[in-house]
């Protein structure tokens, strides 16, 4: 079991930045490939970045060039640096880990555990 705890969000206003933080207990991080969604009411949850355990990243084109996931496994966290912010950008975030190490990482069923989610809100 591994225990993950969002934190970060907050109100921007459209082009600033914030960096979302998940923390993980119980278990070392750098046994997961981790993942960072995003869910408005009524919407799936849709596809942010992920890192592998081996620090290979991928993103979809609606945040490419803005987002940077980043993991730091001596601190048990993993990062979102969001910049050049948009209001299309709010959301709730999550952070998820996925244990087996052969998911595919754009889907949120891949994903063995999730925190409770952060709210990030961007301002026009």
């Known amino acids: 079991q591994v225990q993950l705890v969002e934190s970060g969000g907050g109100l921007v206003q459209a082009g600033g930045s914030l960096r979302l933080s998940c923390a993980a207990s119980g278990r070392a991080l750098s046994n997961f490939d981790m993942g960072w969604f995003r869910q408005t009411p009524g919407k799936e949850r849709e596809f942010v970045a992920a890192?592998?355990?081996?620090?290979?990243?991928y993103y979809p084109d609606s945040v490419k060039g803005r987002f940077t996931i980043s993991r730091d496994n001596a601190k048990n966290t993993v990062y979102l640096q969001m910049n050049s912010l948009k209001p299309e950008d709010t959301a709730v975030y999550y952070c998820?880990?996925?244990?087996?190490?052969?998911?595919?990482?754009?889907?949120?069923?891949?994903?063995?555990?999730w925190g409770q989610g952060t709210q990030v809100t961007v301002s026009s």
């Open positions: 890192i592998r355990r081996t620090g290979y990243s």
């Open positions: 998820g880990a996925e244990d087996d190490g052969y998911g595919n990482l754009w889907y949120p069923t891949a994903y063995d555990y």
